[in-house]
């Protein structure tokens, strides 16, 4: 029947019958896609609402004669329920961005592209917004009180009962009251995207090319900031984001004057509303139709929201102890352990041989001790380790080891925090002296101590020649 329609419309239009009508792979929505070969190559619509293909056909129409990159639409059936309209090809920009998502290393192509779309991103908001009927918006005319409180009980509902998690529901709500007071003093005359992320951008001749934007309406700009760089499976190092945030707000100030300490506070707020949101349709989406893609997504998003709650909530006190104990349960911090960086710090003895790293990376750090004042040429110390105290005096009096460490620290932090960024699971870091009893002891026993406290990372400390293994693991605070 649908392909019936789809040739029909394309016949009119372009006077000759399709050869080849090809379905698209569908997306998160009940709207689908085909494309029709012949004289012509065009893309055309199955939608189940009319009013949100009318909202589509206007934007696309509106936003057209502004001049943005948006698909135009070429043909519609009377009742709008099938349409037609240019085709862009196949290339999404998650696609184009797959190698950084999966490494969290984006390459500058990869980079160049994210650039290009976040700084159109103000275009479509501002200038998009110059002469917009909104009263045609489906499902919504605007971003208000009541779109913030479905969203957030369709988390709570969704999402937050599924997953088992005990709350009182009236203090709940009293805080999503407060955060939909503070998401509302943003209004503003803007167009909002609503869903503006990366499977929602298409790549055509090198530039971008925004589509599926028939949930829009008007509403803060703030809500397609979060959407964009907090997208779950986006996977951006948080040095990334923050670039892309300033190339945002450099772009934005075509339109007004920043204030941004404020911007960046009230875009917090943001953050926070739209990875619920998002947890709310990935639980409707994966609990209740049984969508794989879906829960897939889900340790990712928690994953952002276990980042934002590093800096507490203070608006919303009982909201944050209920998503601290959220991100802290059972079944998502067992994902986060099996995703986490481990660091195995060891100790050694030179004439036994550098140790062999086991996770298969090659090894990392090796640390030569050997040039520190050595205890073991003193017979009180030969029965002692580094872990010792009259050891441990016999290193610290000259200061020398303090200032060994602190080197040894400077890479090692830099190092952590950036396999953190980039999602690695395995970092070696290896002391050595003479006899792996002393001076590489007290180094890697101070190394693994370091880490476990300034990182949220697992630490294996192995004293190899000592026969001495200590676990430090995963703390998941705030």
Known sequence: MENSSLAALYTSYVGSAPVEIEELPSSGSNRRYFRLKGEQTLIGVLGTSREENEAFIYMADHFGKKGLPVPEVVACAEDKMVYLQRDLGDKLLFGEIEKGRLTRSYSAHEKELLVKTIRLLPDIQFAGAVGMD?????????????????????????????????????????????????????????????DFQSRNVMIKDGEPWFIDFQGGRRGPFYYDVASFLWQAKANFPDSLRQELLAEYIDSLRKYQPIDEAYFHEQLRHFVLFRTLQVLGAYGFRGYFEKKPHFMQSVPFAIEN???????????YPYLNEVLTRLVGMKQFSDA???????????????????????????????????????????????????????????????????????????????????????????????????GGQHRSVYCAQHTAEHISKKFNVKVELVHREQDIEQNFPVRNEH
Request: charge should be negative; charged fraction near 25%.
């Open 134 to 194: 909104f009263s045609v918006c489906f499902p919504t005319p605007q971003f208000d009180t009541r779109s913030v409180m479905w969203d957030l009980n369709y988390f709570k509902y969704c999402f937050l009962k599924a997953t088992g998690l005990e709350f009182q529901e009236d203090k709940l709500e009293d805080d999503f009251q407060a955060l939909a007071e503070v998401l509302m003093r943003s209004q503003s005359g803007t167009f909002m995207y609503r």
């Open 336 to 434: 986060l352990q099996k995703h986490a960086l481990t660091v195995k710090v060891m100790s050694f003895a030179y004439k036994k041989g550098i140790p062999n790293d086991a996770s298969g990376n090659g090894g990392g750090y090796v640390f030569d001790c050997r040039g520190i004042n050595n205890p073991g040429k003193y017979e009180r110390y030969k029965g002692f380790t580094g872990l010792d105290k009259n050891v441990i005096e016999f290193l610290e009096t000259d200061g020398e080891v303090f200032d060994y460490l602190e080197h040894c620290y400077s890479l090692v932090d830099a190092t952590v925090a950036r396999y953190v960024e980039r999602g690695f699971t395995n970092l070696m870091i290896c002391y050595g002296c003479t």
């Open 305 to 315: 929201l276990r980042q934002l709650l590093d800096k507490p909530y203070a608006e």
